[in-house]
């Protein structure tokens, strides 16, 4: 046994006055003595502290791993199996064989190393300690004293010698920061860096305006209403999507408050941001409609396969739906996840007539019917031909305009155009021939008085 000293007291004094815990201290101290001890033996000697926890009094041992026989060995750090064998016959290969050192001297050079590699193990672990806790806390609200500030940083100190990196590109536009100051900001992110962990923040975030709502509003925090979604143009303009869990609470007056005091005091947080509350819907057409608010829409075409939406409005209403350089139509866009396209009510109207003239002429041609017929299968959702050929014909049949006759009729040449196309499409010389498979057949016209009859 080593004659030392006893570390009780002072353990808990590091421990109580750190945060840490004991056993991170006594790793920290072993890990200290052992780089003393090892100066005591040739470079590559395996040593291992060991403190007692009840009595603080430590001892050190050095080892050796056991080899084969045959395998050169490193002396310092290795021993082959024979002579392993002669301490204890039951070793065998990849065992340990262990020897209490005794008679160490712990010289005043040695002891202040020793000190210097406890430090950097418990500022390690303090490090480690504060990077848990602020990771527990990313995507909440946190308040932090300005310490510094630069040309493309603002710092804050948290306290627990933790601090806070607000850059620059996330204050927000107009906004002034000085040493002193108190800033709330929003966790975004916790970086390991040299010097310590680092609480990466932010005031520009659409994490922080939801964050911000949840703490003026009580039913969020409650889970009596969510925010759907939410977009921001940090400074000027944003907007969120709410919906209620409770069929007797209204979600946008919730948000508002009484006489707007709780999306006042939001508001008032980043720096008079205006803020819009729209009404979150799962039908993704209706949720366009609350997002474009205040704009009134005219009309709107929902696009699934380009995940697109196309909207109409007034030509006077054009300037509010669309916004300041865009911000409102932008803004929907973000809340939505589609992409919204904003036009008057006159291009929408001839933009459909201009995208429902291609089909029904193709309709005309391929199935030889008049456009009327060729709108009507528009109209009832029967946008390509293999829709018509491959339906159940009482899909037709049942169509107001149409009966068996007709619905058979649509059919069999639907069919027989799809049959010529897969015939003829290797031989692009027979295009005009494609584009009118049906040329043997009778013209098919719609007649409401002779069907009636």
Not at 148 to 159: F, K, M, N, S
Request: proline share 2%; with cysteine.
């Amino acid at each position: 046994m080593i004659k030392g000293f006893d570390l009780r007291n002072a353990i808990e004094l590091v421990s109580n006055q750190k945060g840490l815990d004991r056993d991170v201290v006594f790793a920290a101290i072993e890990e200290a003595l052992k780089s003393i001890v090892s100066k005591e033996f040739e470079e590559g000697a395996s040593i291992r502290v060991c403190i007692d926890r009840d009595t603080g009094k430590f001892q050190a041992f050095r080892n050796w791993l056991v080899v084969e026989n045959e395998k050169s060995i490193d002396s310092a750090s290795e021993i082959n199996l024979e002579e392993a064998q002669q301490h204890d016959v039951a070793l065998a290969v990849g065992d340990y064989v262990e020897e209490a050192v005794e008679g160490i001297n712990l010289s005043r050079i040695s002891a202040h190393q020793a000190k210097q590699v406890m430090m950097r193990i418990m500022r390690e672990a303090e490090r480690t300690k504060l990077i848990e806790r602020y990771r527990k806390r990313i995507g909440e609200l946190m308040v932090g004293l300005v310490k510094h500030v630069t040309r493309d940083a603002i710092i804050l100190d948290l306290g627990d010698n933790a601090e806070a990196l607000l850059s620059r590109s996330d204050v927000l536009p107009r906004e002034i920061i000085r040493v002193g100051d108190q800033v709330r900001c929003y966790v975004r992110n916790v970086a390991t860096e040299t010097k310590g962990p680092q609480v990466i923040v932010t005031r520009t975030d659409p994490g922080m305006l939801v964050a911000l709502f949840s703490l003026e509003v009580p039913e969020i925090d409650e889970g009596i209403i969510e925010i759907k979604a939410a977009a921001r143009d940090p400074g000027f303009r944003s907007k969120i999507a709410v919906k209620t869990n409770d069929g007797r609470i209204d979600p946008i007056g919730a948000c508002v408050g009484i006489k707007g005091t709780r999306v006042q005091a939001v508001s008032g947080e980043l720096n008079g941001e205006r803020i819009d509350i729209a009404l979150w819907d799962d039908d993704i057409a209706q949720l366009a409609i609350n997002a474009m608010a205040p704009a009134e829409i005219v009309s709107i075409v929902v696009d699934e396969e380009h995940h697109s939406i196309d909207i109409a409005v007034a030509e006077e209403n054009l300037p509010q739906a669309i916004g300041r350089n865009g911000q409102n139509v932008r803004l929907a866009s973000e809340l939505t996840g589609w992409v919204i396209n904003v036009i008057s009510a006159d291009e929408f109207a001839a933009k459909e007539v201009s995208e429902t003239k291609v089909p029904v002429q193709s309709y005309s041609e391929q199935l030889d019917v008049d456009e009327e017929i060729a709108n009507i299968l528009l109209r009832e959702g029967f946008t390509s031909i293999e829709q018509i050929a491959h339906c159940d014909k009482e899909a037709l049949s049942t169509i107001d305009e149409f009966d068996d006759e007709i619905a058979s009729a649509l059919q069999e040449r639907a069919r027989d155009s799809l049959l010529t196309l897969a015939i003829t499409a290797p031989d692009k010389t027979n295009e005009s021939s494609r584009l009118k498979s049906g040329q043997d057949q009778q013209p098919l016209e719609k007649d409401t008085q002779q069907e009636k009859e």
